[in-house]
């Protein structure tokens, strides 16, 4: 698959392939490949109706968003549109702007999408994720450390991408903690296209007005969706001081890790208020158990991006 820009188009109609789940959207995603699988009914609906502006036994986690005791959430964006999570299958949109705009699906696939693995019992880590000699290698970090730009680096050097901002992990897996495929596209701010040679012409921004762009890969059809052992996670972490030599790589301790993977759960704080701190915390032990977790620092220039990429593809085929 490589990397080179392309401008979204619709997906064809069908059903839709989404971290494993058959997917049946009103909404067109052209994010996700076309379902190939079995034919079992879909694992997920995705429809456009009415949202209530209250939940039944609601708690505000924030001004846009409410979550309740059955594990449901609202989540409201002014000017984009409302959310309902309804179910573990079911998600409610209603727009506020033309359905097909991007800036719905940031949403959709963001905080709903995080709110949804957590309603599955599975672990979203904010993460990109890589396959590199077929096991997967997870880039963690706050929003804009730079997760997404080197996971597109490294999609660019002939590996293939496996998921963007949210990293879906299975703990429950059959021989260990896998990565569930999401979608085959990044979200990538001008100076990180500008770093790796691209421009954003023809590109999708992610919001109206918004200088980030949906980076989608030629060959997206060729998307492989099957899950992907976790062999690794790099914290990442960007720092204005220069580095010396190669990428700074440290492989952190057990306990130091588990630190620092409850630190990128994404949406913890709903977790928490859903009573997912032991499940996350023994799922935690389990990736710690059979992956090899890093601390990355980095550049913010991104100067070194080259050696980076050749510390990191070193590491995931020793």
């Not at 949406?267 to 090899?292: C, H, N, Y």
């Not at 991104?302 to 990429?309: A, I, K, P, R, V």
Request: with cysteine; net charge neutral.
């Amino acid at each position: 698959m490589s990397a080179e820009p392309v401008r979204a188009t619709a997906a064809p109609g069908g059903d839709l392939f989404l971290c494993g789940w058959r997917v049946r959207s009103d909404l067109v995603l052209p994010e996700l490949a076309t379902w190939s699988g079995d034919d079992r009914k879909p694992d997920l609906t995705i429809r456009i109706g009415a949202v209530p502006a209250r939940l039944d036994d609601a708690r505000d986690v924030s001004p846009l968003l409410q979550v309740n005791s059955q594990r449901q959430a609202r989540l409201s964006i002014d000017g984009v549109a409302s959310y309902w999570l309804r179910s573990s299958h079911e998600i409610v949109v209603d727009p506020q702007i033309a359905v097909e705009s991007p800036d719905i699906r940031t949403f959709l696939f963001g905080t709903v999408l995080g709110l949804l693995v957590h309603r599955r019992g599975l672990v979203p880590l904010h993460a990109s994720c890589i396959r590199i000699g077929g096991k997967g290698i997870a880039i963690s970090g706050v929003s804009g450390a730079g997760k997404s730009t080197l996971a597109a680096a490294l999609t660019r050097r002939g590996h293939t991408l496996v998921s963007d901002d949210i990293c879906v992990i299975d703990t429950g897996a059959p021989g260990g903690p896998v990565v569930r495929p999401a979608f085959p596209r990044v979200k990538l701010w001008q100076d990180s296209l500008e770093a790796m040679g691209l421009g954003s012409d023809g590109l999708e921004a992610n919001r109206f007005g918004q200088r980030k762009y949906y980076l989608r890969f030629a060959g997206a059809a060729d998307f492989q969706t099957a899950p992907v052992p976790l062999k690794a996670v790099y914290l990442l972490r960007a720092q204005n001081v220069a580095l010396s030599g190669q990428a700074d790589i440290e492989k952190l301790s057990p306990m130091t890790a588990v630190a620092g993977l409850n630190d990128q759960i994404y949406r913890k704080r709903t977790a928490a208020i859903w009573g997912r701190d032991g499940e996350l915390f023994k799922a935690i032990g389990q990736i710690v158990s059979a992956a090899d977790i890093y601390r990355l620092n980095r550049r913010t220039d991104f100067s070194e991006l080259d050696s980076l990429l050749r510390s990191i593809e070193d590491d995931a085929v020793s």
